[in-house]
């Protein structure tokens, strides 16, 4: 997982585009023209829809992200073009069709309810023009792309005709092409390495209800062998993600918390597509793709997901090792920045914990109930040395983090090394500052970059130092 975040793949996203309008307000009468309420508009909001969903996934994951479609020539393009600008979306790929509509869905919602959907936009397939437009435009640029995906919301830019001259040139310069379908006729996706095609799509697509093992197999062969894929995928919701390969295999899905799966396939499209241009195999992909949209469906709307925040499940689900919670600053400023966003309480302690013993399991179980995540400081080997004498440290600092970091109560662990983790506290700037009840009426480093202030009594009888003791008492 660590590796996902060194790496920055260039794909390019061809779909349909269009723009998520919502007007927020309340409502607390009805209209006397008409039996309708009338809706007090207080905030108008606008996200990327469609396409623009992988779009912002691929972006939050750490991709370099180019984007080629069609868009009208109205206001609505020329906004939508200014949303994909200020996210450094490369957009040179993009063609403007005179007379076409940008698509643009507008919500209104009063008092966390739907009250009325309206839509401005052209479903008619593109013009030819624009489709050879769009592919003389990447004959030059393919071969700089590490992956592409096709993401087909049936607004008419994916013709069947612009899907094969797609995948024909991606397929002649060596670069996979990913689908998310649409409709029930995959054959204009032919030659593409995978699809993410959901259950019911694969129903309608194949004829053959899915409802055991054996059905699930049939109906993964089917859709490899009639569209000569590279790699069969179906995803299936709650029980995870089927793929074929050389043989069938199922990656259930890691979702503690559902609460909206809204754009939950563009997080699946995304994430495989990402986990692959890495350079993970097809078995490793669709795993990191279960956990993204593990994060995802916990979340309200369509939403993205970040490493870190992948990284923080995987672990929440024990199926990490302790080396996935030590981290570097860069590591934990991410996190922390992360865990803001997500309204997370974040408490953080620190000290040397050169023996591990119950004294430390309960100081650091209460300091984690003050919060969400707990971070500890991990004193380098040199400054142990420093603060305790030469004697000291009794274990290796790579030896004290990962027993440290196998704590259920401990989230996260970051070595330092200076005498006193003044920076580390300033970097983070935590909820809560936890240290020991020795403290009572002294100065505490780095209080004033705290929220607040806890200290914790420690175990009586309970310490490094006696355990050293008691050792060196029984062997002399």
């Given at each position: ?272 597509a990402f986990a692959l241009s890495a ?19 916990g979340k309200i709307g369509s939403a ?173």
């Amino acid at each position: 997982m660590h590796a996902l975040k060194t790496v920055q793949p260039n794909i390019l996203v061809v779909g349909d585009l269009m723009i998520d309008h919502y007007l927020w307000g309340s409502c607390e009468r009805i209209s006397p023209e008409a039996p309708v309420q009338v809706v007090d508009i207080a905030k108008e909001t606008t996200v990327l829809g469609g396409a623009g969903n992988v779009i912002n996934n691929l972006q939050t994951l750490g991709a370099q992200v180019s984007v080629s479609s069609v868009i009208g020539d109205d206001g609505n393009g020329k906004e939508l073009l200014s949303m994909l600008q200020k996210i450094d979306v490369n957009t040179i790929n993009i063609i403007t069709q005179k007379q076409r509509k940008t698509s643009k869905k507008s919500r209104i919602i009063a008092v966390s309810q739907q009250i009325l959907r309206y839509d401005k936009e052209s479903k008619d397939d593109i013009t030819k023009a624009s489709s050879d437009a769009i592919l003389d435009t990447l004959k030059e640029s393919i071969k700089s792309y590490d992956m592409v995906i096709l993401s087909d919301y049936g607004k008419g830019v994916l013709t069947d005709s612009l899907c094969q001259g797609l995948i024909t040139l991606a397929k002649e310069n060596e670069v996979k092409v990913l689908v998310d379908p649409k409709g029930s006729d995959f054959s204009k996706y032919k030659g593409a390495y995978l699809l993410t095609p959901n259950k019911k799509e694969a129903i309608l697509a194949t004829n053959i209800e899915i409802n055991d093992a054996k059905s699930l197999e049939e109906a993964l062969l089917k859709l490899k062998s009639e569209c000569k894929l590279g790699v069969s995928l179906i995803t299936l919701s709650e029980d995870g993600i089927a793929t074929l390969d050389k043989e069938v295999e199922l990656f259930p899905t890691v979702a503690k918390e559902v609460f909206d799966v809204t754009g939950a396939g563009d997080t699946v499209i995304a994430s495989i597509a990402f986990a692959l241009s890495a350079g993970k195999s097809i078995q490793e992909s669709a795993a990191f793709s279960n956990l993204a949209a593990g994060v995802v469906v916990g979340k309200i709307g369509s939403a993205t997901v970040s490493i870190s925040e992948i990284q923080e499940y995987e672990a929440s689900l024990h199926k990490s090792t302790s080396d996935a919670h030590i981290k570097s600053f860069e590591d934990i400023e991410s996190i922390v920045k992360q865990a803001a966003e997500n309204g997370k309480k974040v408490v953080f302690t620190n000290g040397c914990f050169d023996i591990l013993h119950v004294g430390h399991v309960k100081y650091l179980q209460i300091a984690k109930s003050f919060g969400d995540i707990l971070i500890v400081g991990l004193n380098s080997d040199e400054s142990v040395s420093r603060l305790k004498g030469p004697t000291r440290p009794v274990n290796i600092a790579e030896d004290r983090a990962y027993l440290l970091a196998a704590l259920e109560a401990v989230d996260y662990v970051v070595p330092f090394v200076e005498d006193t983790p003044y920076n580390l506290i300033k970097m983070i700037a935590p909820d809560t500052l936890v240290k020991g009840g020795d403290y009572e009426g002294k100065a505490v480093i780095g209080t004033e970059f705290a929220g607040e202030l806890k200290l914790v009594d420690f175990v009586d009888g309970k310490s490094t130092t006696k355990t050293i003791e008691k050792i060196q008492g029984q062997t002399c």
